[in-house]
């Protein structure tokens, strides 16, 4: 059997893995594990992934896909100096841009429409406020003048920078519209992935503010655990 990827399609890394996969021609059967349904603490799951976290694959024996399948060197450069930016910018958003984007998707739609669950005012404000600085830093620091956020060609910095912008956009914040070299940047990002396949990675995610409240009580009471984190 070949390469099989276990994704959501509403978790950002498992978008970026989805279409960069796509996108370079990597051959792979879809296992779509709905974390709102709690597919990921199942047993079956569990024999491919004990940590029960998605993007997961099984290729063999579980051999790194990035060793096994070709792809153009800007996505991850062999040059160091270039490579090391792109590491820069991906140890950077996993502690910043990634928790203040979950956060507001949540706080903002998942918690009150999903769960039942308001979240004060005063919380969402400052997890926007947080938001906006975030967003300030990607110009400032990583896109600046350039045509991506790590040079003149798009890497996995734009890819897993992109879909975890999305996050807040599908909960309806207008995070591009004052922003207009941030919103040059995304549109630049999806001609070089391909405006089809962007949109076919997030199509479930931009629906997701159309999804009917959580009605099984222990599910709900598990996810309420599992991203009680994203109310503080």
């Not at 349904?37 to 024999?47: L, N, P, R």
């Not at 519209?177 to 990002?189: C, D, N, T």
């Amino acid at each position: 059997m070949g390469l099989e990827l276990y994704l959501d399609l509403m978790s950002q890394p498992c978008r970026a893995v989805y279409i960069f996969a796509k996108k370079n021609g990597i051959p792979f059967q879809l296992r779509t594990i709905e974390l709102l349904k709690g597919q990921h603490y199942t047993d079956a799951f569990a024999q491919v992934n004990p940590l029960r976290k998605v993007p997961a694959l099984k290729d063999g024996d579980f051999v790194l896909a990035e060793r096994k399948y070709k792809a153009p060197d800007h996505w991850y450069p062999q040059d160091l100096q270039t490579r090391a930016r792109v590491d820069e910018y991906l140890a950077w958003q996993h502690t910043a841009l990634r928790s203040c984007c979950s956060r507001a998707m949540w706080q903002k739609m998942m918690f009150p429409v999903f769960l039942g669950q308001p979240v004060p005012p005063e919380r969402l404000a400052s997890t926007l406020a947080e938001l906006d600085g975030c967003l300030q830093m990607l110009e400032d620091k990583f896109l600046q003048n350039k045509a991506f956020l790590t040079g003149p060609h798009i890497s996995v910095a734009d890819l897993v920078a992109i879909t975890e912008l999305m996050h807040p956009v599908s909960a309806g914040c207008k995070i591009f519209e004052s922003r207009p070299k941030l919103a040059a940047w995304r549109q630049r990002v999806e001609a070089a992935v391909g405006e089809s396949l962007f949109q076919e990675a997030h199509e479930v995610v931009l629906k997701a503010k159309d999804m009917p409240p959580l009605m099984d009580p222990t599910l709900k009471e598990k996810l309420k655990l599992s991203v009680q984190c994203l109310l503080h």
